[in-house]
């Protein structure tokens, strides 16, 4: 169940994976619950909302997913990642608590501390995640790509930092609005958008059996976007911004052909939401360059990024869980371990894809119409579909358990 470019031989423990993924689904409850108390309220904290889905969410599962990938797909080994990788969950998971807290009623001392504990797990995680990529003889298109994502993350998380510490007025205030939009542009399209490319040049010909990228655009995309996005920062034209929308439109569309060529061609919930995430993502960056910083356009924007960046996460963790629990368990020498679809049935995978299509749905009229009852209704979507997300990885999890424990109870018989 090997595939070319894939080496299972330095695969961390099933515990690191797991764990990053079912706090990232926690954040997700989390994050659903705080919109429901601001749509009841009115008392509308938006960048508390946002940090716990991107830092929460988000970042919590590409860090996790990294610990992963880093020496499977990469060959970018780790050494001790048990105690790295509980260092980084700890403080990040702590951090992230705290900076939402503190955003939430911008009280300094929550703040200050949150910054600080994330800052201490990112940059502690992603410059060695760099360092190891760097060290590599020879890359993949995935490898090359990954080192301009953890590049962009580093220096956007530094950005971070120092917006923080501007609007608490240690460092220089006059500065923050050119700090806080830095610091979005390299996480939006440094950090995720670079990527989720570079993972999709690997995963997609390799899970759904694809013809592959063109060599030339995979080599290319991830400087470019790096680069187009320092162009977008310092010159706010909107016409600066469209080459930056035409490469990752571009990304898109090569996806959906890629998907549509496919050979095994019985419907898959995970290709479902491969589309899914494609076309909003296409949405979203032609919203992007008439999208101005701080308008209700510029929500819109994120709301259609954050759409494509969520389905393509959920597409990620349905097939990592169940691939990690068969692969840990058969390099235990279980006889007979749970296939893929035996640890996650796709019918499960098929309906977090009908919720997940549903929130969006209801999200995108709860924010035309601006309706008070139908944003209530839209949070406890999202919070049904995030927990729904976490009793299936926590099920996936306790298969793994449950079977390793038995294993380990058998042999000392």
Request: hydrophobic share 55%; aromatic share 14%.
């Amino acid at each position: 169940m090997s595939a070319p470019g894939i080496s299972l031989l330095y695969a961390p423990p099933f515990s690191i994976v797991s764990r990053f993924f079912l706090t990232s689904a926690v954040f997700g409850v989390v994050g659903s619950l705080i919109g429901i108390y601001q749509a009841v309220t009115g008392e509308f904290r938006f960048q508390a909302l946002v940090h716990t889905f991107t830092l929460g969410f988000a970042g919590m599962t590409m860090v996790g997913a990294l610990f992963q990938m880093l020496p499977v797909v990469a060959g970018a080994v780790i050494e001790n990642p048990l105690r790295k990788a509980t260092f980084v969950h700890a403080t990040l998971t702590a951090g992230t608590a705290l900076l939402v807290a503190g955003l939430w009623d911008f009280k300094k001392t929550l703040l200050i501390a949150g910054i600080l504990l994330v800052g201490m797990s990112l940059l502690f995680i992603l410059p060695l995640m760099l360092y190891k990529l760097l060290r590599l003889k020879s890359y993949t298109n995935t490898s090359s790509g990954m080192r301009y994502a953890l590049l962009s993350a580093t220096a956007g998380t530094v950005l971070g930092i120092l917006a923080v510490l501007s609007v608490v007025g240690i460092l220089w205030s006059e500065h923050y609005n050119f700090l806080r939009e830095a610091h979005m542009s390299l996480m939006l399209f440094g950090w995720v958008g670079i990527l989720i490319a570079s993972v999709a040049f690997q995963v997609i010909e390799m899970f759904f059996v694809t013809p592959p990228y063109p060599e030339k655009f995979a080599r290319a995309l991830p400087p470019l976007i790096l680069l187009l996005a320092f162009v977008g920062l310092f010159f706010e034209e909107w016409f600066f911004k469209i080459p930056l929308s035409a490469v990752l439109i571009v990304f898109a569309f090569l996806t959906l052909d890629r998907l549509r060529k496919r050979r095994r061609k019985i419907p898959d919930p995970l290709v479902s939401l491969w589309y899914l995430g494609m076309v909003l993502l296409i949405m979203s960056m032609t919203l992007y360059p008439f999208a101005d910083f701080g308008t209700r356009s510029f929500t819109g924007f994120l709301l259609l990024y954050g759409g494509f960046v969520h389905s393509v996460i959920l597409a990620m963790m349905y097939r990592i869980i169940p691939f990690l629990v068969w692969l840990h368990l058969s390099n235990r020498g279980v006889p007979n371990a749970p296939t893929m679809h035996e640890v996650i049935s796709p019918k499960k995978a098929w309906w977090q894809f009908y919720l997940h299509i549903a929130c969006i749905s209801a999200l995108a009229v709860a924010f035309l119409t601006e309706n008070k009852m139908v944003s209530i209704l839209t949070g406890f979507g999202y919070s049904l579909s995030f927990l729904f997300l976490l009793l299936n990885l926590s099920g996936g999890v306790f298969t793994y358990v449950r079977i390793a424990y038995r294993s380990d109870d058998a042999l000392q018989r």
